[in-house]
């Protein structure tokens, strides 16, 4: 069957057949189905949706598109975790639950993935420190989860590349949003690096793609389902994505957010609660211990700088500096204008406009526009406010890095009409919401 049959079909809302799917995949890892195919079908697929036998079908072929890691013989199979987020603005667990889970004796082969529509990508963030190889050679990968316990990596050439093609047309012809296309991108990427325990943050809210609990809800069960389907030990929790996590958005400002939380010096509390969560769940799954004894092990990590040793060891391991814990303020250093924004009243933070800030900031260069796009590290902002916070008139809502006058004038309004500002007290948004398993 010829590419454009096979599109014609979805686009017609008919469920497409093993075979058909297969070959789909096919074509996007050996390019006989062209980008503008690829877009044409990722959007059908996003108009029309697939059943779940689909959304099996589509992720076991792109976990099989490509190689597959066996961990056995180089580590205990049965400490292989790792944790995957649907995505959001500030969202930098990922920098802080790999090291730990290696200091509680796990291993954690994180293939991460770049910024996708408003969203950071945890791969962006590690190209911003000097010298790290998000792509290392699959020996090299493996040989570093050995000896520290982690390695956060983009993905090899060779693993599930299908998705890796699918992902970068995705994010430039607005079709991120797809359940099925998240659940086969999320999976393919985790069956295939050798996991037995995955726990899924599954973001809710106006910064992230799920917009409701329902939606949220319905993509937690399906990223579950095919995932205990396929082996995994598997739970998604249900968070929230209502307001930027931590304090801040940017490349090099949430690695050096990130660093000062393993070294213990600043946890903001809704990241902490959060990474803490996520971390306590895979202990739970993986070490069969109670949620009081995870939580004890995770402060004990931090508290005796296991984690922050972890951290350095990986980035020194994959090509970047021996002293990052230490000097990580010469080695990111931030070149751009740094500038306040007030607010325009008083009162108290009622809402934030979150997925615009995200817009924002790739409008600023933080971000890509096309999948060929070089992102600016430097830009982002810091110490942003959250929901329920008191401000008047001299309160900054949060701290923006430009790269010109220009470009700070020209989004001060923007970033002021992102921040609803109410007359009366309003309460903290919770930090989650469900968990799904």
Wanted: with cysteine; hydrophobic share 40%.
């Amino acid at each position: 069957m010829i590419p454009q049959e096979i599109i014609r079909k979805k686009r017609d809302k008919k469920v497409l057949l093993k075979e058909e799917i297969s070959l789909f995949v096919k074509g996007l890892t050996d390019g006989s189905f062209s980008d503008s195919q690829v877009a044409a079908m990722s959007m059908a697929i996003f108009l029309n949706g697939m059943i779940p036998e689909e959304t099996v079908n589509l992720t076991e072929a792109m976990t099989t598109s490509g190689d597959t890691i066996n961990w056995a013989g180089v580590v205990d199979t049965d400490l292989v975790c790792d944790k995957h987020s649907t995505g959001g603005v500030g969202d930098k667990t990922s920098l802080i639950l790999a090291p730990i889970l290696a200091a509680c004796g796990l291993f954690v082969p994180m293939i991460s993935g770049r910024g996708l529509g408003h969203t950071g990508g945890t791969l962006d963030k590690f190209d911003s420190i000097p010298g790290y190889n998000t792509q290392p050679d699959l020996d090299t990968f493996k040989n570093v989860v050995k000896e520290v316990g982690c390695a956060i990596i983009g993905q090899t050439s060779n693993l599930a590349p299908a998705d890796k093609k699918l992902y970068s047309i995705r994010d430039i012809v607005g079709t991120v949003e797809s359940l099925p296309l998240i659940t086969s991108s999320i999976l393919s990427k985790k069956i295939a690096s050798g996991l037995k325990t995955l726990v899924l943050d599954v973001k809710v809210g106006n910064g992230s793609f799920n917009s409701t609990i329902d939606i949220a809800r319905e993509l937690s069960h399906s990223l579950v389902k095919v995932a205990q389907g396929a082996g995994l030990q598997c739970e998604a929790i249900i968070t929230d994505m209502n307001q930027v996590l931590g304090k801040s958005a940017g490349h090099i400002l949430e690695m050096s957010e990130c660093i000062n939380f393993l070294k213990n010096q600043e946890k903001e509390s809704r990241l902490e609660l959060i990474t803490y969560e996520l971390v306590a769940s895979v202990l739970m799954m993986s070490q069969n211990i109670s949620k009081e004894d995870a939580l004890k092990k995770i402060d004990t990590v931090i508290s005796n700088g296991q984690a922050a040793e972890k951290f350095e060891k990986m980035v020194h391991a994959l090509g970047g500096p021996s002293d990052i814990m230490s000097s990580h303020d010469n080695h990111l250093k931030i070149k751009a204008i740094k500038k306040d924004i007030l607010s325009t009243q008083s009162g108290w933070v009622k809402e934030i406009k979150t997925r615009d800030l995200g817009l924002i900031l790739i409008e600023l260069g933080g971000g890509r526009k096309q999948v060929t796009d070089k992102i600016n590290f430097n830009v982002g902002y810091d110490q942003v406010l959250r929901v329920g916070d008191k401000v008047d008139t001299s309160t900054p809502l949060l701290t923006v890095y430009t790269n010109s006058e220009d470009d700070y004038e020209n989004v001060r309004k923007k970033i002021e009409d992102c921040f609803i500002i109410a007359d009366s007290e309003v309460s903290e948004l919770p930090y989650t919401y469900e968990v799904i398993n």
